[in-house]
């Protein structure tokens, strides 16, 4: 059975940082287009960052932009959320998925997660 694992979360204050992994227990996460998604209370799930099987491609929704960076290291069989200058409206669990069958370029790859993780808890807060 396909499961994703995410690790790293937890509480930051305003500015800081925060490292988030996801890791893949059963299969090979290179097979996978990967990205993250988060969900606030009260909001719906949205996609964060997606990057490409091979780790050359990367997409970054505008809220994050220039914060935030996805990588992988498909011999770890791990992928990587850093989020640096967090802010408040940051705070979400922040959950990592499949991305298939779209491509990261897609317009659409945050609506086509699959093998959801558990999630892991990102509060910024001062």
């Known amino acids: 059975q396909l499961q994703l694992v995410e690790s790293g979360g937890g509480l930051v204050q305003p500015g800081g940082s925060l490292r988030l992994s996801c890791a893949a227990s059963g299969f090979r996460l290179d097979n996978y287009r990967i990205g993250w998604f988060r969900q606030a209370p009260g909001k719906e799930r949205e996609g964060v960052s997606c990057i490409s099987n091979e780790g050359r491609y990367t997409n970054y929704a505008d809220p994050v932009k220039g914060r935030f960076t996805t990588s992988r290291d498909n011999d770890k069989n791990t992928v990587y959320l850093q989020m640096n200058g967090l802010k408040p409206e940051d705070t979400a669990i922040y959950y990592c998925?499949?991305?298939?069958?779209?491509?990261?370029?897609?317009?659409?790859?945050?609506?086509?997660?699959?093998?959801w993780g558990q999630g892991t808890q990102v509060t910024v807060s001062s």
């Open positions: 998925a499949a991305v298939t069958p779209v491509l990261c370029s897609s317009t659409n790859w945050s609506k086509n997660g699959k093998y």
